[in-house]
């Protein structure tokens, strides 16, 4: 049976008709791991200009593990606190979520909103009446070009590389896959030219990848593509260092990694 992964994410209707795509990774920070949730489908947002502002809601808990993340017992008060700052926010700015970061025993919800009158008032007043045994941290600034969530929030090329990975082997595993077991992955690159296509072909026959297919697809902007494969295990520490390494040979000579392919491999 051959397996095609196609990352499939709940979507729903939000502000202004856009389209949320929630999705979550963590990734290593100077102190230790932090985990963020945010809507991917902003980066294409039409909306930023109504939202100049960005609001940063925090709450520091000690109930944490030794990497600074909840316990599994402390999350029902934090989603009861993050859906009553939301409440407060929903009540009284017109705002859209960008998404959480939680990192080092603090949670933190990071909201665009239209204008900023009374809004930390409003939260320390919350923080005050429900929840004065929690330490709330409020942070609000302009940020027009919505840097907080493009430079932080949304992940780097490596993080997406690895968040796609994981998905792929979280599917073929629910599929009774045998993850160790060396098959024939397919992988494809897109070049601006042939040049450029020529260049990462040097890579991938250093590096015994066989080349599949090489066309030129009219009306495609990086029109020059190229499928290779090679066998290889396919677990999440393999695939995860083969991808990256493609997707870095690539971008050396001006082409996009476009994923793999695989067939599901049960006995």
Not at 45 to 61: P, W
Request: some cysteine; charged content about 30%; hydrophobic content about 35%.
């Amino acid at each position: 049976m051959k397996f095609v992964y196609t990352l499939m994410i709940l979507l729903a209707s939000a502000t202004y008709g856009q389209k949320e795509n929630w999705d979550v990774y963590m990734a290593q920070y100077e102190k230790g791991p932090g985990s963020t949730v945010l809507d991917m489908s902003l980066k294409e947002s039409s909306n930023k200009d109504h939202f100049r502002f960005l609001l940063v809601a925090g709450v520091k808990f000690n109930d944490c593990d030794q990497d600074g993340l909840p316990t599994e017992k402390q999350f029902p008060i934090l989603y009861s606190i993050s859906d009553s700052v939301k409440t407060v926010i929903d009540k009284n700015k017109t705002n859209i979520l960008a998404g959480t970061f939680t990192y080092q025993c603090e949670r933190s919800d990071y909201y665009y909103i239209s204008d900023t009158i009374n809004i930390r008032e409003l939260l320390l007043k919350l923080n005050t009446e429900r929840f004065k045994n929690f330490t709330f941290t409020i942070r609000i600034k302009e940020d027009p070009k919505w840097e907080a969530y493009l430079k932080f929030l949304y992940p780097n090329d490596e993080t997406l590389e690895f968040m796609s990975d994981s998905k792929v082997v979280a599917a073929l595993t629910e599929q009774g896959d045998k993850l160790e077991k060396p098959r024939k992955v397919d992988h494809w690159i897109y070049f601006n030219n042939e040049q450029d296509r020529n260049c990462f072909l040097t890579y991938a026959n250093q590096n015994k990848f066989k080349i599949e297919s090489k066309e030129k697809i009219k009306g495609k902007i990086k029109a020059y593509s190229l499928q290779i494969s090679r066998n290889d295990k396919v677990d999440l520490s393999e695939i995860s260092k083969i991808t990256k390494e493609l997707r870095q040979n690539a971008k050396k000579c001006n082409g996009d990694y476009d994923g793999w392919e695989i067939f599901v491999i049960k006995n």
